[in-house]
Nanobody, 121 residues
Framework: HVQLVESGGGLVQAGGSLKLSCAASGSISIIYDMGWYRQAPGKQREMVARITRGGSPTYTDSVKGRFTISRDNAKNTVYLQMNSLEPDDTAVYHC???????????????WGQGTQVTVSS
């Protein structure tokens, strides 16, 4: 059984910063790609940023230059540093991980429950 738990969301004024964390726990053999997705009210979930096990990041265009994704493989944790936040960044942010569990040995995709980020204008 694998769990992802996010933290670090909150309310911030436009132009401010937040740092999200997501820790994976459970019967983990290896974690491949990890990422952050977000879903605003009335909109589809979208990819914000992803990072490979080796540390190569990918960002959606709207956050390039403002957000930075990183990970600590020893801690099974992924981070999202969000700077210059804008009201359009308001959403529930979900952590995602591609995990090879120790048992059952079926590589699967896991999601966290999400953390709310609200940016006021």
């Amino acid at each position: 059984h694998v769990q992802l738990v996010e933290s670090g969301g909150g309310l911030v004024q436009a132009g401010g910063s937040l740092k999200l964390s997501c820790a994976a726990s459970g019967s983990i053999s290896i974690i491949y790609d990890m990422g952050w997705y977000r879903q605003a009210p009335g909109k589809q979930r979208e990819m914000v940023a992803r990072i490979t096990r080796g540390g190569s990041p990918t960002y959606t265009d709207s956050v390039k230059g403002r957000f930075t994704i990183s990970r600590d493989n020893a801690k099974n944790t992924v981070y999202l540093q969000m700077n210059s936040l804008e009201p359009d960044d308001t959403a529930v942010y979900h952590c995602n991980a591609d995990v090879q569990p120790t048992w059952p040995r079926t590589r699967s995709n896991y999601w966290g429950q999400g953390t709310q980020v609200t940016v006021s204008s």
